[in-house]
């Protein structure tokens, strides 16, 4: 602790805004190293007056989402003791999460919805092991979570997966929401059958006008 204070003390004193990265905060002593740790951290910059994130690093996908999980592991938990024990505002809280256990997008949302002020995010969801937050999976969590998209358009989103495809040549499976090929695409007789009576009784939503994708049944 005391060399990881003495850097953050070196950068504020060269005049930049410290982002300290906690990692594998999900297998950390919250209350014996995490919580005392984000107290002198906080105790430096309202000292300095300069202020000073934390970022919550999942590094292996071992966050929680569900009430009544024991810390290290509850992302609620780690959240609000950020808040409430080290006294960190929200916007001072970021959410770094991986996807090991298919929970990339729920943590990140649970830690949005206790009060941290960003999420991490990539492209496609592509990073190491099964990746990490992935970006157009959380434009769509916040518009469910606010009944808004605040004016994103969310046809880039499209935009984005062709480029990243044609460029890279990254093996985009096809099934991947919002952007496979087969994402909006019916090949069950009743489903399609449904589909083309009415596109709202077997479309997740107007794919055609939020993401550029005209519905399939083939």
């Not at 919805?113 to 496609?124: Q, W």
Request: glycine letters at 12%; proline letters at 5%.
């Amino acid at each position: 602790m005391d060399k990881y204070l003495g850097i953050v003390k070196d950068c504020i004193d060269a005049g930049l805004r410290p982002r300290c990265h906690f990692e594998d905060i999900t297998r950390a002593d919250f209350y014996g190293f995490v919580v005392p740790f984000a107290i002198a951290l906080k105790k430096l910059s309202d000292e300095s007056g300069v202020p000073v994130k934390i970022r919550a690093c999942d590094t292996m996908g071992y966050g929680v989402p569900y009430r009544g999980v024991a810390l290290p592991r509850s992302v609620s938990g780690i959240i609000y003791g950020l808040q409430h024990y080290a006294g960190f505002n929200g916007d001072m809280l970021e959410w770094h999460g991986h996807n090991d256990f298919y929970k990339g997008v729920v943590n990140a949302a649970t830690a949005w919805l206790y009060g941290a002020g960003a999420v991490n995010c990539s492209l496609l969801g592509i990073g190491e092991r099964t990746g990490n937050v992935p970006l157009e999976a959380m434009v769509f969590e916040y518009a469910s979570l606010k009944g808004t998209l605040d004016g994103m358009d969310t046809t880039v989103i499209t935009e984005m997966a062709d480029y990243i495809v044609n460029e890279t040549g990254y093996d985009l499976p096809p099934m991947t929401p919002f952007v496979g090929k087969s994402f909006n695409m019916t090949r069950a007789g009743i489903h399609a059958d449904g589909l083309m009576k009415d596109e709202e009784i077997y479309n997740i939503f107007d794919t055609e006008k939020l993401l550029d994708r005209p519905r399939s049944s083939r």
